[in-house]
Nanobody, 121 residues
Framework: QVQVVESGGGLVQPGGSLRLSCKASGSIRSINAMGWYRQAPGKQRELVAT???????NYVDPVKGRFTVSSDNTENTVYLQMNTLKPEDTAVYYC???????????????WGQGTQVTVSS
């Protein structure tokens, strides 16, 4: 069994910073990539950033230069450092991980439960 758990959300003023964490645990053979998505009220879930096991990162344009995704492969953990936050960054942030569990040879995508980020004065 595999679990993905996010933490670190909260309320922050415009221009402030937050750091989200996401840890995968359980019966994990390997992790190919981990990523962050977000869903604002009334909108579809959208990609924010991804990082592969080799360290290759990808960002969507609205967060480039403000957000940084990083990982600690020894801890199966991914981070999202969010700087210069804007009200439009307000959303529930979800972590996912593309994992091959010990019980399979296939890759499955696991999702966390989400963490709320609110940017408001």
């Amino acid at each position: 069994q595999v679990q993905v758990v996010e933490s670190g959300g909260g309320l922050v003023q415009p221009g402030g910073s937050l750091r989200l964490s996401c840890k995968a645990s359980g019966s994990i053979r390997s992790i190919n990539a981990m990523g962050w998505y977000r869903q604002a009220p009334g909108k579809q879930r959208e990609l924010v950033a991804t990082i592969t096991s080799g360290g290759t990162t990808n960002y969507v344009d609205p967060v480039k230069g403000r957000f940084t995704v990083s990982s600690d492969n020894t801890e199966n953990t991914v981070y999202l450092q969010m700087n210069t936050l804007k009200p439009e960054d307000t959303a529930v942030y979800y972590c996912n991980a593309d994992i091959t569990p010990w019980t399979s040879r296939y890759v499955f995508r696991y999702w966390g439960q989400g963490t709320q980020v609110t940017v408001s004065s």
